[in-house]
């Protein structure tokens, strides 16, 4: 799978990208929202693994606009935010699946393994 990855930490960024790429996927890297958007319509990922809180455009307007324009992308958040009323926000705007970060490569592959099986939340 391609998997664009959406996220202002390089660190974070990079370590995602490190356990996509260990379990054979191909990255995208987008520092955020704005640009993750704009390499989505572009790159035309299978999957996006996004994080919440970032500069110039975070995850719920990412979530927004992904949702407005009706793409059928599966998006998967990122967050160390683990509050219900964040969770039921970013599924109500159409989020496939929560991981809490840090993520382990378990937590990718069920996520990944879930938006492509059944499309549920996780």
């Known amino acids: 799978m391609k998997i664009l990855i959406i996220d202002?930490?390089?660190f974070q960024r990079g370590q995602m990208a490190r356990m996509l790429g260990d379990l054979g996927h191909?990255?995208?890297?987008?520092?955020?929202?704005q640009e993750?958007?704009?390499k989505l319509c572009t790159e035309g990922p299978d999957a996006v693994v996004c994080d919440l809180l970032m500069p110039i455009m975070d995850g719920i307007?990412?979530?927004?606009?992904?949702?407005k324009h009706q793409i059928q992308t599966p998006v998967i958040?990122?967050?160390?935010d683990i509050q219900k009323t964040t969770r039921d926000q970013v599924?109500?705007?159409?989020a496939k699946a929560f991981i809490n970060k840090p993520?382990?490569?378990q937590d990718l592959k069920d996520a990944l393994q879930g938006v492509a099986g059944a499309g549920g939340q996780s």
């Open 8 to 10: 202002d930490a390089r």
């Open 26 to 33: 191909t990255v995208i890297e987008a520092v955020n929202g």
């Open 103 to 105: 993520c382990t490569v």
């Open 91 to 94: 599924f109500s705007l159409g």
């Open 77 to 80: 958040i990122a967050s160390a």
């Open 61 to 67: 307007a990412f979530l927004t606009m992904v949702q």
């Open 36 to 38: 993750g958007y704009m």
